[in-house]
């Protein structure tokens, strides 16, 4: 699936969207760039679950839990210098629990990453403006 967006609002709505559709286990894989917005769509994909409660990166907590109509996993891996942290927080509870993980950067941890998880990936195209964004959804990247 391909989504074009033109402004921070309608990225956050798609995320949205995947967050009302979400299921237990379900787990999300970003891909994109610094100030993509990988952040703002897992925002949307947290209120889509429900959850009122303000969402902050977790770049330096590597994940952050919340309770909505499921439980919401939210990771950042970019600050992993390998997956013994990820070990040492147990992330197979999450990944294999019965919430729905988010992780933005999954690319840099691809190898742990189940084969049932959904890519999706956002790039600017600069062409098209500064707010532009492309998002592309799959089964794999
Ligand atoms: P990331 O988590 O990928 O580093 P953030 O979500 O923290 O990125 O930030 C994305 C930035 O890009 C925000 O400042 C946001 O306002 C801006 N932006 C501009 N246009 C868009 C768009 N179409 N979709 C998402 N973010 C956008
Ligand atoms: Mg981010």
């Given at each position: 699936m391909n989504y074009e967006t033109y402004a921070p609002e309608e990225t956050k709505k798609i995320g949205q969207t995947i967050g009302k559709n979400a299921k237990a286990g379900d787990i999300y894989c970003l891909i994109g760039d610094?100030?993509?917005g990988k952040t703002i769509f897992s925002k949307g994909l947290a209120e889509g679950l429900g959850i009122t409660e303000a969402i902050t990166s977790?770049?330096?907590?590597?994940v952050n839990e919340y309770i909505g109509r499921l439980p919401f996993y939210h990771f950042d891996v970019?600050?992993?210098?390998?997956s013994t942290e990820l070990e040492e927080i147990g992330y197979e509870e999450y990944f294999f629990g019965n919430g729905v993980c988010l992780i933005e950067w999954a690319n840099l941890i691809d190898d742990l990453i189940p084969a049932e998880a959904t890519w999706i990936t956002i790039e600017k195209d600069l062409t098209q403006g500064l707010d532009y964004r492309r998002i592309t959804v799959t089964s794999k990247p």
């Open positions: 610094l100030g993509v977790p770049t330096f907590t590597i970019y600050r992993l210098a390998d």
